[in-house]
């Protein structure tokens, strides 16, 4: 497996343990509809929050839009509807982003809530 791809498993392993550690109830990792798939979803105070993780090797303070494009967006955002209807689930929905930066120093976990909102940011 590639290296960026090693990375990428371990941003997940470390944000499921930041968000396990901070309350969050882990409902699904890696969870897909077709070829679109959601990274992490969770609930957390009665909402349900799905989650997409990037990694990065330095600190490059990119911002949500730019990490995540607007085509990217829209296949989280059906797969998120998917998994609603599917699991019949009738609370709030956010989508957070969470960056893991890998520096000398170990990793940093920056948590954007509600990073973009379906429609708004299209």
Request: proline content about 2%.
């Amino acid at each position: 497996m590639a290296e960026h791809n090693d990375r990428g498993v371990e941003a997940e392993e470390i944000v499921a343990e930041y968000l396990a550690s901070r309350g969050f109830h882990i409902r699904h990792r890696n969870w897909r509809y077709f070829q679109k798939e959601i990274d992490i979803v969770a609930e957390f105070c009665g909402e349900l929050i799905i989650v997409e993780v990037k990694s990065r090797s330095g600190f490059d303070r990119a911002t949500a839009e730019e990490l995540i494009s607007r085509g990217k967006q829209r296949f989280i955002v059906d797969a998120a509807e998917a998994y609603i209807n599917r699991f019949k689930i009738e609370c709030e929905t956010r989508f957070d982003v969470l960056i893991v930066t890998f520096s000398g120093n170990g990793p940093v976990v920056e948590h954007i809530e509600n990073a973009f909102i379906p429609g708004v940011n299209w």
